[in-house]
């Protein structure tokens, strides 16, 4: 059973645009919630996160937004470049439940095409 | 550069041996964790070491073990390999017991033939 997940394996977006990539979490016990980058050869890369006391946290070009009752989070880059272009792990954790490790999507692999 | 370092990059060994993959985490980071990424997969938790003892276990098969040594650096244990282990292993630390920014090393390519 999927605690997290990430139903779009695939995302194209032109360079310049929103890229939009979304993300659905079952356990209410999550509180701490996080976007990892990963490209090939090389171990996912920590992006941004969000504590459950917020909705939105946001890191120059990237803002991650959250909505509890729905229990989804959203990763937008603006504006999306090249350099983007990678797999994208949502990934979620009980900080204050019991020090859970972090439970990932199986990724959405963004291309942003120039 | 993560600051987590993972040995060897790359391993290709037959079924039914036994392999250990090594893992040095971030200097001053007590929480060391491995995850396995199969194709297609997500990454999947194995299991997570705080300072020398083992705190959680996740999907990790019986053949598989590992450790934390009092350096802090972790080493996992596969044995009685199948076809089915060949994945990715990816170990992260981190500096407290909630994994809260773990951070990862570029992981073990595992090929088992």
């Known amino acids: 059973d999927q605690q997290v997940k990430q139903n779009s394996p695939s995302l194209s977006v032109q360079e310049g645009r929103i890229s939009i990539l979304n993300c659905d979490y079952t356990?209410?016990?999550?509180?701490?919630f996080l976007w990892y980058k990963k490209y090939p050869a090389e171990g996912p890369t920590f992006l941004i996160s969000?504590?459950?006391?917020?909705d939105k946290n946001e890191d120059g070009r990237f803002t991650v937004f959250l909505n509890k009752s729905a229990k989804h989070l959203s990763l937008h880059i603006v504006p999306s470049q090249p350099g983007d272009s990678a797999v994208y792990f949502c990934a979620a954790s009980g900080v204050h439940s019991g020090n859970t490790p972090l439970v990932f999507g199986k990724g959405t692999r963004l291309s942003v095409i120039a | 550069d993560s600051g987590v370092t993972q040995t060897p990059k790359h391993l290709i060994t037959a079924t039914g041996q036994r392999v250990t993959l090594r893992c040095s985490p971030r200097s001053g980071d007590l929480s060391v964790y491995w995850y396995q990424q199969s194709l297609d997969q997500g990454l999947q938790f194995l299991i997570h070491y705080y300072n020398g003892e083992e705190r959680a276990k996740g999907n990790i098969l019986e053949r598989f073990s590992a450790q934390q040594f009092p350096d802090l650096h972790s080493e996992l244990n596969l044995s009685s390999l199948e076809l089915g282990d060949s994945a990715l292993y990816f170990c992260?630390?981190?500096?407290?017991?909630?994994?809260?920014?773990?951070?990862f090393g570029q992981g073990t390519r595992l090929t088992v033939v």
């Open positions: 992260a630390s981190s500096g407290a017991v909630g994994n809260t920014e773990a951070f």
């Open positions: 356990n209410s016990m999550f509180d701490y």
């Open positions: 969000i504590s459950s006391i917020k």
